[in-house]
């Protein structure tokens, strides 16, 4: 399973975060995932407490922001968002760059204060 290996890459990467921090429980995580980052959010969620499972994540609650994909066009500088355009709808280049929509990273992660 995907989502696993994902969940388990981000688990020891909180769980470093939390420790550099020198922080207690994590509460919670935030997600930015692009809905063409290939990851399924609600699977991921699941994934989650299994790879949490007896570290001090094992409680964390999990929150994702989908991305919607958003291209834009080299040739006239627009935005054109839609992840099934073959070119730009504006001027009609194929000259576009993906901007957002494959994003996988932590938003943030809310600690507990020890102090
Ligand atoms: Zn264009």
Redesign the pocket.
Known sequence: MHELSIAQALVDQVQKIAKESNSGKVIRITLRIGKLAGVDPEALSFAFPIAAEGTCLHSTLIEVISVEPELR?R??G?SVETEFVLA?V??G?KDLDLKQGRELMIESVEMEDLS
Do not use: G, I, V
């Open positions: 066009c040739a006239c627009k730009c504006h001027c280049s």
